[in-house]
């Protein structure tokens, strides 16, 4: 699975104006609740954030804010991993749109 930080680095929305890629992913993003990889990085989500919340109760006694970093160590490596499940489920989606809004601009779908 490839990780894309930005929206101009996945391949379907390279090239357009970042106006135009906005629109675009704004446009196709609730698409990505139609896909069970959705609903896997959700769970994915849970359980880091659960299992971190465990680990961070172990250091409570000690110190709070060492806990609640730890939960948000979770709760950001959960979130990581549900926003590449999002866009491997909305890049076809996202080819979609792209070919329908600049059908002037061609672009070759990655395999």
């Known amino acids: 699975m490839q990780i894309y930080l930005r929206l101009a680095s996945i391949p379907e929305l390279s090239g ?3 106006a135009d890629a906005l ?3 704004r446009s196709t993003v609730w698409c990505a609740f139609l896909h069970w990889q959705t609903y896997v990085g959700f769970a994915l989500m849970g359980l880091t954030v659960g299992v971190c919340t465990y680990i961070g109760s172990l ?7 060492a806990g609640l970093a ?3 160590i979770g709760g950001g490596i959960g979130g990581f991993l549900w926003a590449i499940l999002i866009v491997a ?9 792209r070919s329908r809004s600049h059908p002037e601009i061609e ?4 395999p």
């Open 89 to 97: 489920a909305l890049r076809p989606h996202l080819g979609e749109a």
């Open 70 to 72: 730890i939960v948000g």
């Open 59 to 65: 250091f409570s006694p000690l110190s709070s804010i």
């Open 16 to 18: 357009l104006a970042r």
């Open 23 to 25: 629109r675009i992913w």
């Open 107 to 110: 672009w070759r779908a990655a």
